[in-house]
C-alpha cells in the first residue's frame, strides 16, 4: 500500500467539484441563489449550448468589493457564517463557500462586480487553483458571474452530459420553479442569443404558476388552506392540483423550506397521505408548497448540492402538511358537489313513486324560500350502472358502485374510530383459500377486523365469516376477490385506509345490479354526507355532470 499523503490543492478542487456541479444545471442554481443573497431585484441568465460554451448570470445586488473578488473564489471564504454555531440557523441560500471555488476548478470562471456608489467595479478571472490579477472594469451596480468552456478539460464529465437542448430545458425548468418563491424578482433567460422568457415582478405567487405547470394546468390549483397548519412556529402556504388532475410521478411536487427549493422527499409521503382517497392509485398530485419555519428548526448542512434539509420537528411538519391537504381538498370537493347537484337542496321521486322527497342538503335557518330551490329528480337506472338524475338545467350522471364504495369506506372508517360493534351474521360463510390468499389475508386480518370484518380460522387455509361491518349483513363477501384487489393495491397508502377501502368495494351494490327508485334516491341523499363525495376510496369519479352548454354542443347548436 503507497503512503499516506495529502491532496494537492487541484485535486480537491476537481473532488469537490464532482459533489457539487454535476451539470449546467448545478452552476445555475449556485450562481442565482447567490444573487438572491445579494438581495437582487433583477436576475438575468444567459445560457450558449445548453452552459456548456457560457452560462451568465447578471444581478442588481449589493454586488463584492474589489477587495473580497479574489477571496470569494477561494474553498470556504463565505461572507454568510462566521462561527459554527451559525449553521444552526442559517438564513441564506448559501453558507458553505464551496460553489464558486468548485465552479471555477471545471471551467474558466469571470466574476465583475460593482457595489452601489462606487464609480468603477472590479474584473477577476480564475480556473481551478489559478487566480488572475483584479483589474478595474466599468460595470453596472451588481454581479455579472460568466462560466466558459464547462467541463473541457473533463471529457468524460462532458459525455455523461445529454444533448444541448435537453441540459438547456434542465436549466429552464430548474429556474422557472424557483422562482415561484421570489414574485418580487423579475427573472430573464436567454438561450443563444434568444430571449425565452421573462417573469416580471409581481405580489401574486400564483401569477407564476401557469410558468411551471402550464396554463391549463395552472387553472386546476387550488389555494392550499392553511389553517390546520396554525400549529406550526411558522406559515404554510401553497398550492395543490383538483382531484382528477394528476400526473404519472411526483417530479411537479414541488417543496421550498424557508425560500429554498429542496427534493420534495420529506413531505412526499405527506402529499400521499393528504390525497388519501382522492387520487387514483399509480397516479400522483402535483403543486408548490411553501413552508416557512424558525431558522433553527430547519439544518440544511445536510449535502453540499444544498438540495436536502433535516426538519427539527418532522413528524409535526408533516402531520400539519397532511391535515392542510386533505382540508383543502375535502372542502373543495364538498363544493364541486354542491355545483355538479345544481346546489339543489332535496332530492324528488319520480311521478307516481310513494316515497317522499329525501333532503339533501341540511336545511338552512330560514327556509321559507325553499319553494324557489329546483329540485333534484332521480330520473331513470341507465344500463343497471348509473343513477340518471337532473335539476331541470343539467343531467347528472351518478356511478351507483363508486357511490357506495364511497359511502361504505367512510362509513367503516368513523365505525373503526367510534369502535362500533360488528353485525353478527345468523349463519356463518365459510371459505377456503388457496396458500396466496390466505398469506394475504393473515397480512390484513388486524386491519379486517378493525373495519368491522370478522374472520375466524377454522382449519387449514379455511376459515369462517362470522360478523360483517355494521348494516352489511344482508351482503355476501366476495372475500377471495377482495384479497386478489389486496394484493394489487400499490403500498402508498397506510395499510388500513388500503384494506378498508377494498373491504368497502367488495361489500356494496355493483355495476349491473338493479335499484329500486327509493335506493337511488337514499344512495345520493346519504353520498352528500361524506366528507368526499366526489370520488370513491380508489380515487375514481362518483358522479359527471352535463351542463346545457355540453348538452347543446352535442346537438352542434353552439
Not at 3 to 13: C, P
Not at 25 to 42: F, H, M, P, Q
Not at 315 to 321: E, G, L, R, T
Not at 378 to 400: K, M, N, P, Y
Amino acid at each position: 500500500m503507497a503512503a499516506i499523503r495529502e491532496l494537492d490543492a487541484v485535486t480537491i478542487g476537481q473532488i469537490a467539484a464532482g459533489e457539487i456541479i454535476e451539470r449546467p444545471a448545478s452552476i445555475v442554481k449556485e450562481l442565482v441563489e447567490n444573487a438572491v443573497d445579494a438581495g437582487a431585484t433583477r436576475i438575468a441568465v444567459n445560457i450558449e449550448r445548453g452552459g456548456l460554451d457560457l452560462i451568465e448570470v447578471i444581478d442588481d445586488g449589493t454586488g463584492i468589493a474589489s477587495a473580497d473578488l479574489a477571496l470569494a473564489i477561494r474553498r470556504h471564504a463565505t461572507s454568510k457564517l462566521n462561527v459554527a454555531s451559525e449553521l444552526e440557523s442559517i438564513a441564506t441560500l448559501g453558507f458553505r463557500g464551496e460553489g464558486l471555488a468548485s465552479i471555477a476548478a471545471v471551467s474558466d470562471l469571470e466574476i465583475v462586480s460593482r457595489e452601489p456608489g462606487f464609480p468603477v467595479g472590479a474584473r477577476v478571472g480564475a480556473h481551478a487553483e489559478e487566480v488572475r490579477e483584479i483589474e478595474p472594469a466599468a460595470a453596472p451596480a451588481g454581479t455579472q458571474v460568466r462560466v466558459r468552456s464547462l467541463f473541457e478539460r473533463l471529457p468524460v464529465r462532458r459525455e455523461y452530459l445529454r444533448a444541448p437542448s435537453a441540459e438547456f430545458n434542465r436549466s429552464s425548468s430548474w429556474l422557472s420553479s424557483f422562482a415561484l418563491a421570489y414574485p418580487q424578482i423579475t427573472f430573464t433567460l436567454r438561450h443563444d442569443g434568444k430571449d425565452v422568457w421573462v417573469m416580471p415582478a409581481t405580489e401574486q405567487e400564483h401569477e407564476r404558476l401557469a410558468m411551471v405547470f402550464g396554463a391549463q394546468a395552472a387553472k386546476t390549483l387550488l389555494p392550499l388552506d392553511g389553517a390546520p397548519a396554525r400549529m406550526l412556529d411558522g406559515t404554510l402556504r401553497g398550492f395543490v392540483s383538483e382531484p382528477g388532475h394528476d400526473r404519472p410521478d411526483r417530479r411537479m411536487q414541488l417543496l421550498f423550506v424557508n425560500g429554498r427549493l429542496v427534493r420534495g422527499v420529506p413531505l412526499a409521503g405527506a402529499w400521499t397521505s393528504g390525497y388519501s382517497t382522492f387520487t387514483m392509485m399509480g397516479r400522483h398530485p402535483y403543486g408548490v408548497l411553501f413552508l416557512d419555519l424558525p431558522a433553527d428548526h430547519v439544518d440544511s448542512n445536510v449535502h453540499p448540492t444544498k438540495y436536502d434539509v433535516r426538519l427539527r420537528y418532522a413528524s409535526q411538519v408533516f402531520d400539519a402538511v397532511r391535515r392542510s391537504i386533505a382540508a383543502t381538498l375535502k372542502e373543495h370537493a364538498r363544493g364541486r358537489f354542491s355545483e355538479q347537484t345544481g346546489s339543489a337542496p332535496s332530492v324528488s321521486m319520480p311521478a307516481g313513486s310513494a316515497s317522499a322527497a329525501i333532503s339533501l342538503f341540511a336545511p338552512a335557518p330560514d327556509d321559507s324560500n325553499q319553494q324557489d330551490v329546483d329540485r333534484l329528480r332521480i330520473l331513470a337506472q341507465l344500463h343497471r350502472t348509473f343513477i340518471l338524475a337532473s335539476d331541470g338545467e343539467a343531467l347528472l350522471l351518478v356511478d351507483q358502485h363508486a357511490a357506495h364504495e364511497r359511502i361504505a369506506y367512510e362509513a367503516i372508517v368513523t365505525a373503526a374510530a367510534q369502535r362500533t360493534p360488528s353485525e353478527p351474521l345468523l349463519v356463518p360463510q365459510i371459505v377456503e383459500l388457496d396458500a396466496a390468499r390466505s398469506a394475504a389475508l393473515d397480512r390484513a386480518l388486524e386491519a379486517l377486523r378493525e373495519g368491522g370484518l370478522e374472520i375466524e380460522a377454522f382449519g387449514e387455509r379455511t376459515y369462517r365469516i362470522v360478523a360483517t361491518p355494521a348494516g352489511y349483513a344482508s351482503r355476501n363477501f366476495d372475500l377471495g376477490g377482495m384479497l386478489d384487489d389486496l394484493s394489487e393495491d400499490p403500498k402508498q397508502r397506510d395499510v388500513r385506509e388500503r384494506v378498508w377501502a377494498t373491504l368497502a368495494c367488495h361489500s356494496v351494490t355493483v355495476a349491473g345490479e338493479p335499484l329500486a327508485p327509493q335506493e337511488m334516491s337514499t344512495l345520493v341523499e346519504r353520498l352528500q354526507r361524506c366528507a368526499n363525495p366526489m370520488h370513491c376510496p380508489h380515487g375514481r369519479p362518483t358522479m359527471v355532470r352535463l351542463s346545457p352548454d355540453e348538452i347543446a354542443r352535442m346537438f352542434k347548436r353552439v
